[in-house]
């Protein structure tokens, strides 16, 4: 990793400094706790998420309820770093083709195993961004990690994504992936660098909604969370 391909935060060093000082002790926690299997009824799905897989958040349904709301009969549907495959088997229900993708093989197969669970299909396989991705699709969801510090372990991994390489990856190759018409829903919030995903997507050739919001108080700092309707700004996709 050079110098140059470092990511710099476009907020103040302070609210910087906030966000790792937040991360380690909610890392910090996470490990004491230790880690164990969970089961979440959620949005009347049932889904079991093991140790080391990203698990359902009090924030989590901001994205779930748009997946629902978005999603069409007929279309085909990616959902980008699935994690357990919640937003895969909700789109399932509706859609009429989901992949799933993750890079990592545990998530992979927790994906696989809740939509069995469910009931529902869903095409599940190892993927680094788009590495192993074909095709054309109608809605793609993406969950990515907030934080840009590097991960120390696989569970870390599922909340930071080093300098944003996952992130960047995502939105200079999503151009091959969406159908012109297409759309993408996207979570993120003011605890990872908002405006750089602002400025990534911005780049790429979409405009953003917002269609759902909420926030909380994390340790006496506010926090916001978004989920985004994303569309190309002119018609076909392409750019001014």
Do not use: C
Request: no cysteine.
């Amino acid at each position: 990793m050079t110098e140059e391909s470092r990511h710099r935060p476009l907020m103040s060093a302070e609210h910087a400094e906030r966000i790792r000082r937040w991360h380690e002790n909610a890392y910090r926690a996470a490990t004491e706790e230790g880690a164990e299997e969970l089961t979440f009824a959620y949005l009347s799905r049932t889904i079991v998420v093991p140790p080391g897989v990203q698990p359902i958040t009090g924030m989590s349904h901001l994205l779930g309820e748009a997946v629902l709301a978005e999603v069409k009969e007929g279309d085909r549907v990616l959902d980008m770093g699935t994690g357990s495959g919640v937003n895969a088997v909700l789109a399932a229900s509706k859609a009429a083709e989901v992949l799933a993708v993750d890079v990592d093989p545990r998530a992979v197969e927790a994906a696989r195993r809740n939509a069995e669970r469910n009931g529902v299909q869903v095409e599940v396989r190892v993927s680094d961004v788009f590495s192993a991705v074909e095709g054309v699709f109608d809605l793609i969801v993406f969950d990515p990690p907030f934080r840009w510090f590097a991960p120390r372990d696989p569970f870390e991994a599922a909340t930071t994504d080093e300098d944003y390489r996952a992130m960047t990856a995502f939105f200079r190759d999503v151009r091959g992936h969406l159908a012109p018409d297409g759309r993408m829903l996207v979570f993120f919030g003011t605890s990872g660098d908002l405006e750089h995903l602002r400025s990534l997507a911005r780049a790429a050739g979409f405009g953003a909604e917002v269609v759902a919001h909420r926030d909380l108080d994390k340790e006496g700092w506010r926090v916001d969370y978004y989920t985004f309707l994303m569309r190309w700004v002119t018609p076909g996709g392409e750019l001014d």
